[in-house]
């Protein structure tokens, strides 16, 4: 029986989550069973790798027939990184339960032609309008954050209600310690995460969860979210979720010399 689906994600990604009963004799680790459609045509991809980075990492790539299993994912939150020429690469938390393999059908969207012009000019007419005026709704400076810091704990509480679409939350497990999720999408569910890629220092934070749950506010200087296009241009098409800019005190463009 097809597992029933729970809404379509930002970027056409579709996940449909749902236990096996078979899978239950196997016992101690999860598995992840996907089927990879483009989101273009509807159609099953072959050859795209999916990836999770749990300890490993555990790496296959889909069949004719646009299918991938991944066996042995050890319980606990962990990062899966779907990839394939000619479309978005898609990043997303997962959570995992022992006994019960995730399963699903995902859509990639296209990689859109727009992207490669934008990767030239590095930042959108838009973006470069938003700079230009005194105050931003996608932007944290340093006075921002040290007001808000004694009421807020980690850098999820910060942004949620500061950036429009944006949602922050806690993804917990029975066998691991909470993870923040920071998502753009506009359906989410709280057992996995299609997270923002998130550069600190200009230096990319691959497992961003337990991350930004201990980074200290005071310790910052500015954050910064950019949208899946202004992304796309500034960093590729891993960028496909959105892009999360963080700089600690005394780095970055909004720093103080």
Partial sequence: MRPAPFGFLFLVLALLLAPSPGFAQRGGSSALALRILGGDTQKP?????????????????????????????????????????GYRTHQMMVGFIADQPVEGDVELAPQPVEVAALEARGRSVEATARRSQGSRVDLFTRDEILERASTRHNVGELIQGKFPGVRAFEIHTSTSGPKL?????????????????????????????????????????????????????????????????????????????
């Fill in 45 to 85: 991809l072959a050859g795209v790798q999916v990836q999770v980075r749990a300890p490993g990492p555990l790496t296959a790539m889909t069949d004719d027939s646009g299918q991938v299993r991944i066996e042995k994912v050890p319980p606990g939150v962990h990062m899966v990184e779907i990839r394939r020429i």
């Fill in 181 to 257: 999720c920071i998502t753009m999408n506009r359906a989410y569910r709280r057992s996995f995460c299609s997270m923002v890629s998130v550069y600190v220092d200009g230096t990319r934070i691959y497992d961003p969860g337990d991350y930004l749950l201990n980074l200290h506010l005071d310790s910052l200087e500015s954050i910064e979210l950019l949208g899946p296009i202004e992304a796309g241009g500034r960093y590729g098409t891993d960028a496909g979720n959105g892009v999360l800019e963080i700089y600690t005190h005394g780095n970055g463009p909004y720093a103080h010399h």
